[in-house]
């Protein structure tokens, strides 16, 4: 089985497979393992929400292919303030001021214990030695050296809260470590906002702690040899960073991806959706598929009309007629030279055909695999529901 560091950083991908409203997002599981040679799933909490998807069985066939690992401990970012007094800090803070700190998340629940137990035997390389002074760092030199990023982010973070746009050209914002690991923000924000300090203090620690909490995401991601999915806020924080890392985590393939899967019109999974996992390992491996991942490397430079010709148009629909058993026989006749004259009895051959096949068919395009591999696979998923609810009845 795959372990940690084995694989290119871009073919591994680590994240917490939830929905806004806490449920298991099995539309994003399955995109992103079509995507990624391997999904690090950050809590053994996940587990319920893959066998609901897969089965007993077909969980277990996904486990043995290495497909999926289990991160056997998760980290966060914990703080304190004058109102929050947590991990004994926070007593005789200012207002203004926080007391931030990498947490270990631990799971104490009998359930939480089970499924940390029961997942033992496929964990990936655990982040126990996350070094918090290497987190901290990385904010400290960001407040040195790029003052106008944190200022942006920060107030990304509090228009988020606010629900509207700040006047930012009015807005004066400094942060500066007051003492270990305490973090003090000097601000004109109430007074822009026509808020009261406290107001503005219940605005600022989430988004210095979210800020905080990406580059605790990057060390993780570092150790994992990981890609992984970031907020907008994450990533606008990433790419404005050199380093190599940076620029892997801003994947666009999954953004790429849900381009297609909406142009083409393909539905998405819905809670109690059952994917096969046979056929999904099947089309995980099929050349289409790795022909897919290379073709979403480039479909970036693709403006929305391009697309939606590649994925959708005529040529599109071409192709995947043509790759089916007409196509076939169509390549085999032009690899033997017999030309179309040769084609078997049932089978209606023109010029144009052969034209397909030379101009239009040299590789699969995004719409073989769309509509030859992942449609049938939601598809079958949404027919499966159908069919245990009948015979449940």
Known sequence: MPQAGALDPRDRFYGRFTTPTGAFDADGFIQRATLFEE???????????????FGVDGFLEILESGLVRFLSSSHMIGWADYVRHGFGQGRGLPLMSWFMEVVYVS????????????????????VASVDQGRVLSALRADIGAHAQLVLDS????????LGREVVRESVQLVVSESSAGVFAVDTNLADVLGASPAAVHELIGPALASYLGTHLQLDVLAQLSAVGEMRAIDAVVMERRSNLLARLVVDRRLEEFLRVLEVGEVPGLNEGDRIDAAQFLRMRQHAD??????WLRQAGRLNDAELKDAVSGWRARLAVVATGPKGRIL???????LGIAAAPAGVALSAADSFLVHKLLAQPGPAVFVERHYRPLVTRAKESRGGRRSADS
Do not use: H, Y
Not at 107 to 125: G, I, L, V, Y
Not at 331 to 337: K, P
């Open 154 to 161: 920060l107030l990304d973070g509090v228009e988020g809260k």
């Open 107 to 126: 799971s104490p629940s009998p359930t939480q214990r089970f499924e940390r137990d029961a997942t033992k035997a496929m964990t990936s390389r655990g």
């Open 289 to 294: 598929c790795r022909a897919f991942r290379d």
């Open 39 to 53: 999904v690090v799933v950050n809590s053994p909490g996940q587990l319920t929400g893959l066998i609901a998807l």
């Open 331 to 337: 390549r085999w006749l032009a690899s033997t030279g």
